[in-house]
């Protein structure tokens, strides 16, 4: 195919190839995965995916795919991605089903992508190879933030990209290297003299004519091959350097089984212990028969290779340089050979070079590390150095791009943890000026030191007049001079200050030269001395606007030495600033919410029943004050014939329509579940048919534990619980003799709402007298800091300790352990302690 003739979207040529050895790379990398899931969190949609595009688009990462998405291909014909990498720019589309560019694919006809937002991906700047996009099945509005909040997730994702290709790349140098070494045919030995095993490798066995099984691992062994004519000078060599701590080296014959005769050049060092005494001897053995072609051969692999090599001799001169080598360090060979390396390259005299090369040789250890050398070269390098009969020997690769890549992902993800953590620090209670206060302080903390030296942020009160509230600076011992600042700025302010200019046009302003613009605007005394003190150089002035109505402002300062703020600087203030003022239009606009909602919660979740010889607790915690109920909801009620019904259930959603749909839920479950002869997975299926003909488009998650027993089985002391789960996290039976089971079945069963043909099973368990059942949602034991597996072993963990609690103790302390600092999402438990029977 021709590249006119190719569909809109394939890269060509070695792009195609780059972009096949990705897709291979990057299949389900789990730093891609952390990347999507952020991008679901902060956009707030069902899915994100990372897709390749060569002959057909691949998803090698995603959040929210279906299972087996993560591999998935699609036809470029079909791909709204392709789209995106063909126009090279964000693709938004807000109404898929109505969009003419995309109406007519696939995954759009099918109704899975109702809104999608797609940025192209970049790896070396380069033509794009894929898109990261975010859809979901409804249709949506994307806004500019939006847009740039996906198009700063992407910088992220195509630098993880960029460090997978460039580390393949380096993989492949060090694998063609250690051929090259083994190619050598060098073998190595390590003698240890206190206990007399000598160990050779698989190479040493061969060149003196042992099978591993043959060799017993003494020096007798190696005595025994060598040539009559150089046994005494050769066991002479080793014990010279054994007496002195010093170093062998010595050529001597050895006659293998056919009774060949083979030249060895053997060569070691002797390793001491902290009273000066020999212990062991360490060193290498090669074949020098056929020494000149050997040399030959070796000289055109060295120079063959992509990686830089060079050796030393004993007295750190240079012996060998390859081709590589000589392009890297910029020096023609000729000035390299037999010159020292301290006096050609003085900056590693001291440098982590000089210490590992020193080790290498007088350890006779190879070494591994990284190290920076500065101008000329100017360069990081990943080196490898091992000692050799002849000297050092040593490889290295510039690594410089890999390490820039990687402080570029640091500082993007710094920056992303940075708005992360604002919208958390912005998450707690806001419902008076005084918690205001303190959520910003937070975030004050926050911006410091990653966007600048020191910060204040304002709010405007109802009468539109601004006031300082928040402060904070990096060094401790001026935080207290910020805070008089902040106390006497405003009043001195002129009209055209920047954070005043900032209010009146709702727009970021970058100040290269604070001081002349404000400081030598301020008149003398307190206010003047305070700013002189803190000697800022440059400044952010931004700010906080939602709705429409300005909230407030950000004030961010850098100090002499800092750069000024650039454009990626003011984007990530500028999302700081409107998710701050977000949170706080959000918290004022939801109080009226609160207390519709404390109402419904009040209506909705009643208190259990108390039957004989059980104890039921149940315990309802909200995720956050602006929706103080949500879709979580548990229940407990008797049966006519007597038997105790225990309910937990979670709506999807979370806000006062998932609140209602919970409580239609619950009264339906109720109604179904009080009449004789059904069981838990009869009530499941029943509600599942009642959604389906009510048309209720809900979907949620439930399990029902029904407390049942026979006369034999009261005369025994057992009770039955029966059970059906419909993809809920499984209940937990804790019993009299601490062990704890999840009350799960071989596989997850379909959540109600999803199909009402859905086969729902029953399974029963029988426990002694005593024992605890608890149900609980997902916020107990899953979170954006926990996930379900670690929060499920934390839960058993905590429910064994607490075991001989009382029960409404064990539900609080279960509350407080394991969300310590505070409920990202509403909690719901039942629990109930079968009294034993006497």
Same mark, same amino acid.
């Given at each position: 195919?021709?590249?006119?003739?190719?569909?809109?979207?394939?890269?060509?040529?070695?792009?195609?190839?780059?972009?096949?050895?990705?897709?291979?790379?990057?299949?389900?990398?789990?730093?891609?995965?952390?990347?999507?899931?952020?991008?679901?969190?902060?956009?707030?949609?069902?899915?994100?995916?990372?897709?390749?595009?060569?002959?057909?688009?691949?998803?090698?990462?995603?959040?929210?795919?279906?299972?087996?998405?993560?591999?998935? @291909?699609?036809?470029?014909?079909?791909?709204?991605?392709?789209?995106?990498?063909?126009?090279?720019?964000?693709?938004?589309?807000?109404?898929?089903?109505?969009?003419?560019?995309?109406?007519?694919?696939?995954?759009?006809?099918?109704?899975?992508?109702?809104?999608?937002?797609?940025?192209?991906?970049?790896?070396?700047?380069?033509?794009?190879?894929?898109?990261?996009?975010?859809?979901?099945?409804?249709?949506?509005?994307?806004?500019?933030?939006?847009?740039?909040?996906?198009?700063?997730?992407?910088?992220?994702?195509?630098?993880?990209?960029?460090?997978?290709?460039?580390?393949?790349?380096?993989?492949?140098?060090?694998?063609?290297?250690?051929?090259?070494?083994?190619?050598?045919?060098?073998?190595?030995?390590?003698?240890?003299?206190?206990?007399?095993?000598?160990?050779?490798?698989?190479?040493?066995?061969?060149?003196?004519?042992?099978?591993?099984?043959?060799?017993?691992?003494?020096?007798?062994?190696?005595?025994?091959?060598?040539?009559?004519?150089?046994?005494?000078?050769?066991?002479?060599?080793?014990?010279?350097?054994?007496?002195?701590?010093?170093?062998?080296?010595?050529?001597?014959?050895?006659?293998?089984?056919?009774?060949?005769?083979?030249?060895?050049?053997?060569?070691?060092?002797?390793?001491?212990?902290?009273?000066?005494?020999?212990?062991?001897?360490?060193?290498?053995?090669?074949?020098?028969?056929? @020494?000149?072609?050997?040399?030959?051969?070796?000289?055109?692999?060295?120079?063959?290779?992509?990686?830089?090599?060079?050796?030393?001799?004993?007295?750190?001169?240079?012996?060998?340089?390859?081709?590589?080598?000589?392009?890297?360090?910029?020096?023609?060979?000729?000035?390299?050979?037999?010159?020292?390396?301290?006096?050609?390259?003085?900056?590693?005299?001291?440098?982590?070079?000089?210490?590992?090369?020193?080790?290498?040789?007088?350890?006779?250890?190879?070494?591994?590390?990284?190290?920076?050398?500065?101008?000329?070269?100017?360069?990081?390098?990943?080196?490898?150095?091992?000692?050799?009969?002849?000297?050092?020997?040593?490889?290295?690769?510039?690594?410089?791009?890999?390490?820039?890549?990687?402080?570029?992902?640091?500082?993007?993800?710094?920056?992303?943890?940075?708005?992360?953590?604002?919208?958390?620090?912005?998450?707690?209670?806001?419902?008076?000026?005084?918690?205001?206060?303190?959520?910003?302080?937070?975030?004050?903390?926050?911006?410091?030191?990653?966007?600048?030296? *020191?910060?204040?942020?304002?709010?405007?009160?109802?009468?539109?007049?601004?006031?300082?509230?928040?402060? *904070?600076?990096?060094?401790?011992?001026?935080?207290?001079?910020?805070?008089?600042?902040?106390?006497?700025?405003?009043?001195?302010?002129?009209?055209?200050?920047?954070?005043?200019?900032?209010?009146?046009?709702?727009?970021?302003?970058?100040?290269?030269?604070?001081?002349?613009?404000?400081?030598?605007?301020?008149?003398?005394?307190?206010?003047?001395?305070?700013?002189?003190?803190?000697?800022?150089?440059?400044?952010?002035?931004?700010?906080?606007?939602?709705?429409?109505?300005?909230?407030?402002?950000?004030?961010?300062?850098?100090?002499?030495? @800092?750069?000024?703020?650039?454009?990626?600087?003011?984007?990530?203030?500028?999302?700081?600033?409107?998710?701050?003022?977000?949170?706080?239009?959000?918290?004022?606009?939801?109080?009226?919410?609160?207390?519709?909602?404390?109402?419904?919660?009040?209506?909705?979740?009643?208190?259990?029943?108390?039957?004989?010889?059980?104890?039921?607790?149940?315990?309802?915690?909200?995720?956050?004050?602006?929706?103080?109920?949500?879709?979580?909801?548990?229940?407990?009620?008797?049966?006519?014939?007597?038997?105790?019904?225990?309910?937990?259930?979670?709506?999807?959603?979370?806000?006062?329509?998932?609140?209602?749909?919970?409580?239609?839920?619950?009264?339906?479950?109720?109604?179904?579940?009080?009449?004789?002869?059904?069981?838990?997975?009869?009530?499941?299926?029943?509600?599942?048919?009642?959604?389906?003909?009510?048309?209720?488009?809900?979907?949620?998650?439930?399990?029902?534990?029904?407390?049942?027993?026979?006369?034999?089985?009261?005369?025994?002391?057992?009770?039955?619980?029966?059970?059906?789960?419909?993809?809920?996290?499984?209940?937990?039976?804790?019993?009299?003799?601490?062990?704890?089971?999840?009350?799960?079945?071989?596989?997850?069963?379909?959540?109600?709402?999803?199909?009402?043909?859905?086969?729902?099973?029953?399974?029963?368990?029988?426990?002694?007298?005593?024992?605890?059942?608890?149900?609980?949602?997902?916020?107990?034991?899953?979170?954006?800091?926990?996930?379900?597996?670690?929060?499920?072993?934390?839960?058993?963990?905590?429910?064994?300790?607490?075991?001989?609690?009382?029960?409404?103790?064990?539900?609080?302390?279960?509350?407080?352990?394991?969300?310590?600092?505070?409920?990202?999402?509403?909690?719901?438990?039942?629990?109930?302690?079968?009294?034993?029977?006497?």
């Amino acid at each position: 195919m021709t590249a006119a003739e190719q569909p809109p979207g394939i890269p060509s040529g070695d792009r195609l190839e780059l972009v096949r050895r990705l897709a291979a790379e990057a299949m389900g990398d789990r730093s891609l995965q952390r990347l999507t899931d952020l991008a679901t969190r902060l956009l707030d949609c069902d899915t994100a995916q990372v897709s390749l595009l060569g002959e057909v688009q691949t998803a090698v990462a995603g959040t929210g795919l279906p299972p087996g998405g993560i591999g998935a @291909q699609l036809p470029l014909a079909d791909s709204l991605c392709a789209l995106a990498v063909a126009a090279d720019a964000p693709m938004v589309v807000p109404d898929a089903a109505h969009d003419d560019r995309v109406r007519d694919r696939t995954p759009v006809r099918e109704g899975r992508v109702g809104a999608y937002l797609g940025i192209p991906l970049r790896v070396d700047g380069g033509e794009p190879v894929g898109a990261l996009c975010v859809y979901g099945p409804e249709p949506r509005t994307w806004s500019d933030h939006d847009v740039a909040l996906l198009r700063q997730l992407s910088y992220s994702v195509g630098t993880e990209l960029q460090l997978m290709a460039l580390t393949s790349e380096y993989e492949a140098h060090r694998l063609r290297f250690e051929l090259a070494i083994d190619a050598a045919g060098i073998g190595s030995f390590d003698w240890n003299l206190v206990t007399g095993r000598l160990l050779w490798d698989d190479r040493l066995l061969a060149l003196f004519g042992y099978d591993r099984a043959d060799f017993d691992e003494t020096i007798d062994s190696f005595a025994d091959r060598l040539h009559p004519d150089d046994r005494e000078r050769t066991l002479e060599a080793l014990q010279a350097a054994i007496d002195t701590v010093g170093a062998y080296d010595a050529e001597f014959r050895v006659v293998v089984p056919s009774g060949e005769t083979r030249w060895i050049r053997g060569s070691g060092r002797a390793v001491a212990d902290d009273r000066g005494t020999s212990v062991r001897l360490l060193g290498a053995g090669y074949d020098t028969t056929p @020494q000149r072609q050997d040399d030959v051969r070796i000289a055109r692999l060295l120079e063959a290779m992509k990686a830089s090599f060079f050796s030393l001799d004993p007295d750190w001169r240079f012996t060998y340089v390859n081709a590589e080598a000589e392009r890297v360090l910029g020096v023609p060979r000729e000035e390299l050979l037999g010159g020292d390396v301290w006096e050609l390259f003085p900056a590693a005299v001291g440098s982590d070079f000089e210490r590992h090369y020193r080790a290498a040789v007088s350890t006779g250890t190879e070494r591994m590390f990284e190290a920076y050398y500065p101008p000329p070269l100017d360069a990081w390098y990943e080196v490898r150095a091992w000692p050799t009969p002849d000297g050092l020997s040593v490889s290295f690769l510039d690594v410089t791009e890999r390490r820039a890549a990687e402080e570029h992902m640091r500082q993007i993800t710094a920056r992303l943890a940075l708005v992360a953590d604002t919208t958390s620090a912005m998450s707690a209670s806001l419902d008076s000026r005084e918690h205001e206060e303190q959520a910003l302080q937070r975030v004050a903390g926050l911006l410091v030191p990653e966007l600048g030296d *020191w910060v204040i942020i304002s709010l405007v009160d109802p009468e539109g007049r601004m006031h300082d509230v928040a402060g *904070w600076h990096r060094e401790p011992d001026l935080r207290e001079l910020v805070g008089r600042y902040a106390r006497v700025r405003l009043a001195a302010l002129q009209p055209d200050a920047p954070v005043l200019r900032a209010l009146a046009s709702g727009q970021g302003l970058v100040v290269p030269d604070v001081g002349a613009t404000v400081g030598e605007t301020l008149p003398p005394g307190e206010v003047s001395d305070t700013f002189w003190a803190l000697a800022p150089q440059s400044a952010m002035a931004l700010p906080m606007a939602a709705r429409g109505r300005t909230l407030g402002a950000l004030s961010i300062y850098r100090s002499a030495g @800092q750069p000024v703020p650039d454009d990626a600087d003011v984007s990530v203030a500028r999302d700081v600033a409107g998710r701050v003022a977000l949170a706080l239009d959000n918290a004022r606009l939801y109080d009226q919410q609160r207390r519709l909602a404390e109402g419904l919660q009040r209506s909705l979740l009643t208190a259990p029943p108390q039957p004989d010889h059980s104890e039921i607790v149940v315990r309802y915690h909200p995720a956050m004050a602006v929706a103080e109920v949500g879709g979580d909801w548990y229940d407990a009620f008797l049966q006519p014939a007597g038997a105790t019904m225990l309910v937990i259930g979670d709506v999807v959603g979370h806000d006062t329509e998932a609140a209602a749909a919970m409580g239609q839920l619950r009264g339906m479950l109720r109604g179904i579940a009080y009449r004789e002869g059904i069981g838990p997975a009869g009530v499941l299926a029943d509600l599942d048919a009642a959604i389906d003909g009510l048309q209720m488009g809900t979907l949620a998650t439930a399990a029902i534990v029904r407390i049942e027993q026979t006369a034999t089985e009261r005369a025994a002391g057992v009770t039955r619980l029966r059970w059906s789960n419909a993809g809920h996290p499984p209940p937990l039976v804790l019993r009299p003799d601490g062990r704890i089971e999840e009350l799960a079945g071989e596989r997850a069963e379909l959540m109600l709402g999803v199909d009402r043909r859905a086969r729902r099973s029953e399974s029963v368990v029988t426990v002694p007298r005593g024992s605890t059942v608890l149900l609980y949602t997902d916020g107990l034991v899953e979170g954006r800091d926990l996930s379900l597996d670690e929060g499920t072993a934390r839960l058993k963990a905590a429910l064994g300790e607490l075991a001989g609690e009382p029960l409404p103790e064990l539900c609080d302390a279960l509350l407080a352990r394991l969300r310590p600092e505070g409920l990202q999402d509403d909690v719901a438990l039942v629990a109930l302690r079968l009294h034993p029977q006497h």
